[in-house]
Structure formats: C-alpha cells, structure tokens
C-alpha cells in the first residue's frame, strides 16, 4: 500500500544533542511537511518542500533544520534539542494538481520525540 | 486572518448515539478548502473531507455527514450510530487559496464513545 512511513515511531534524545527524524513516502507526491504536534494541540506546520524548494514558516526557530534528498525522502534535523521541542512530529505529503493547487495532505504515524 | 475554532474541547456519548462536531471559521479570501482531519491514539492524521468554498452541498459517507454553511462559516461533522472505533481527536482545518500549501488546524474535539 502507498502511504507515509516514519521512523522511528519513538526517540529519546539528551538536552543539546541532535537528532534526525526521518520520513519516506510511496505515494510519489512532490510535496512534503514536517509539522510539530505537542500534547493536546493542533498540528504546526514548520516547514514544506515543494519538489526540491524549501519553505520555512516565519516562525520556525533556526534549531529546526530539513533535507530532502530525493522525492521519497524528508528528513527533520534538531541541533539542539531544547526541552520545549518534546512533541510529536509529523510528516505529511500532497500532489500538486496545478500551478497553484494543493491537495489534502496525508500524513505519516508521528514520531514521538522525548528530550532527557 | 485565517482562524478555525472548535469550541468543543472534549465530547462523550454512548454508543449508537448520533454527535455532532462543531467547526467555526474565518477567512477573507473568497476562495478557500475545509478539511476534517481524524487523529486515532495512534497519532496518525486521517484525511476524512476536503470541500472547497464554492461547494456547499452537503456530504455524506457512510455514517460520516458533513454540513458546510458559508452564511454561519461553519462546517460541522456529524457522526451517525456512533461507534467505539470513532474515539479519537477530530480536526477541522482550512486552507486559504492564496496560500494553499498551509493548513491551519483548529484545536481539535476529542471524541469519547462509551460502551
């Protein structure tokens, strides 16, 4: 089936010390999301890839880094982790239908991150 | 700007009880896309709709029905004969056409059904 995959589903990571979340889709959609969830609230979008055009929220903090380094695959980098960034964070993914056209999003399982 | 409220933090019902979900919002773009989004405790984001602005007619799935009034800015989600696998958080959300990459959730309502 095509659909979003993440891992890992958990992480655990020390004050300060970085880590990568990782993200690949089957869906062959040129669009990709990280999106920051804490607990009980919405989903924050923090940045998206259009094919290879990388779009950060203005209020994303420099610690939160992307890569993609093909369709398949987005990567979420945090060079330090700060208490504060304990969240779930999601991958989503959409197709473009025309110049200016996005589809729903489908998102990936969340990968929990827990800062020690 | 763009804002979705969900008034309604928490919900429970009994099973096979008929609930609606709440979805209030604002936009001044003209042409816009509502969502409704289910979050399981699995923590996986499930589309459930994507209406665009022009479409008012209402929508029914299965037990799923939506109701999109552009004159209230309300889209509401009722779910019919409830069932324990419909336990999860609901999100409404909105995407503005002159940015449609961006969807701005509401907070969400958590569903509870009871058995």
């Known amino acids: 089936d095509a659909m979003v995959i993440q891992n890992p589903r958990y992480q655990v990571t020390q004050f300060g010390k970085p880590v990568t979340l990782s993200c690949s889709q089957t869906?062959?959609?040129?669009?990709m999301y990280w999106y920051q969830q804490k607990s009980s609230q919405a989903p924050k979008l923090l940045f998206h890839y259009y094919d290879k055009d990388f779009n950060n929220e203005a209020d994303t903090p420099d610690n939160f880094q992307s890569r993609r380094p093909n369709t398949s695959f987005c990567f979420l980098d945090i060079r330090s982790p700060g208490l504060g960034d304990a969240a779930m964070y999601l991958c989503?993914?959409?197709?473009?239908?025309?110049?200016?056209?996005?589809?729903?999003?489908?998102f990936g399982p969340g990968t929990r991150l827990t800062v020690l | 700007a763009q804002k979705v409220t969900q008034a309604q933090t928490e919900i429970s019902v009994v099973e096979k009880e008929d609930v609606t979900l709440d979805c209030v919002y604002e936009t001044r773009d003209t042409t816009y896309y509502l969502f409704w989004y289910k979050q399981p405790p699995s923590g996986e984001l499930v589309f459930l709709i994507r209406?665009?602005?022009?479409?008012?007619q209402n929508e029914i799935s299965g037990r799923y029905s939506w109701n999109f009034q552009k004159s209230t800015s309300s889209f509401n989600f009722t779910i019919t004969a409830s069932q324990v696998v419909d336990s999860a958080v609901y999100f409404c959300a909105l995407s503005e056409a002159w940015r449609d990459d961006k969807i701005i959730f509401g907070k969400g309502t958590r569903l509870h059904i009871l058995p």
């Open positions: 989503a993914t959409s197709r473009t239908t025309g110049a200016s056209s996005y589809n729903e999003q489908f």
């Open positions: 869906l062959n959609h040129n669009v």
């Open positions: 209406r665009n602005s022009f479409d008012e």
